[in-house]
């Protein structure tokens, strides 16, 4: 059972939980030191259902009978602050009252992800997402959750892509970071090679005229004409390279009306994961 302890701001104790809002810095340190956060008991508990170890728990101190069972199942010290406490050490109102220190488990090979992703994809086939060098936590991680979500089986990010497991990626996808297999890249746009090598068809997402629709790519997605699919998404201000779409087996786009050019990658990525599922319209469960 992990030892509680009350803690206040200064404490030496509180090292990794200091200037969480800084993002440069956490950037720097928190890959460096095989360090993350999650935020909230809902996003702890799925990545210690990961398996992710935890380094230590900092809660506030009315949160603690709800994470009772959390706190008597992990090894490692709980810290017990007020509000005012966390919002000092922190930077920011933590209003989900609870947060966790943990360890990086290494990360995935590219090459075993794309095997594993193969071997474990059920009859309606593989889908892997490529998110290239989007840099915003936030879309980052609401990406993450749609595919989690929409069944996508694996994730590829290149080198200039954010951290998943920042908080704020972490927080957006509420856990889903710790759901769906995900590798970075190390170089890219050569290793499209490796997913043609799978035997994936490549479809890169853009805004050109002349492209696919997304209508005709979930037709063949669901005559079966693409069992092996791999979806790949631009940045947030200029949308992929155009080394990357020239490499790319399919230029596939989202027809749009109003007026409106594009949509935020993570709304496409949402759009283009539902268009290609092969079970979300037939039978998908309803959450309330």
């Known amino acids: 059972m992990g030892r509680v302890e009350r803690v206040e ?9 200091i200037g969480l809002t800084d993002v440069a810095l956490r950037s720097r340190r928190e890959p460096a030191e095989g360090l993350f956060m999650a935020e909230g008991e ?38 017990v602050a007020s509000r005012d406490t966390l919002t000092a050490v922190t930077g920011y109102d ?19 992800l794309v095997a594993r992703a193969v071997a474990g994809a059920g009859e309606g086939g593989c889908r892997v997402a490529v998110f290239e ?16 979500a929409l069944g996508v089986d694996a994730v590829l990010l290149t080198p200039r892509c954010a951290d998943p497991l ?21 170089s890219w746009p050569d290793d499209l090679a490796l997913l043609r090598a799978a035997g994936f068809t490549t479809a890169a997402l853009v805004l050109d005229d002349d492209a696919v629709t997304l209508t005709e790519l979930a037709d063949r997605t669901r ?10 998404f631009g940045t947030e201000g200029d949308g992929l390279r155009t080394g990357t779409t020239a490499a790319a087996d399919l230029a596939v786009r989202i027809p749009m009306t109003g007026g409106v050019d594009s949509l935020n990658v993570a709304a496409a990525a949402a759009v283009v994961f539902w268009a290609t599922a092969a079970g979300p319209r037939e039978g998908a469960q309803s959450r309330r």
């Open 9 to 17: 701001a200064g404490s030496p104790l509180l090292g990794d939980y």
């Open 42 to 79: 809902k996003v702890i508990r799925r990545a210690v259902a990961a398996g992710h170890p935890v380094r230590s728990l900092l809660l506030e101190e009315k949160w603690l009978p709800s994470v009772e069972d959390l706190v008597s199942a992990v090894d490692a010290p709980v810290y």
């Open 94 to 112: 933590v209003h989900r009252g609870a947060l966790a220190a943990m360890t990086r488990l290494p990360l995935a090979d590219p090459d075993e």
């Open 133 to 148: 060098d989007v840099v915003s936590h936030t879309n980052l991680g609401a990406a993450f959750r749609s595919a989690a």
């Open 166 to 186: 920042y908080r704020r990626s972490v927080r957006v996808s509420m856990g889903a970071v710790f759901q769906v297999p995900w590798a970075r890249l190390a």
């Open 223 to 232: 005559l079966g004409q693409l069992q092996r699919l791999a979806l790949v």
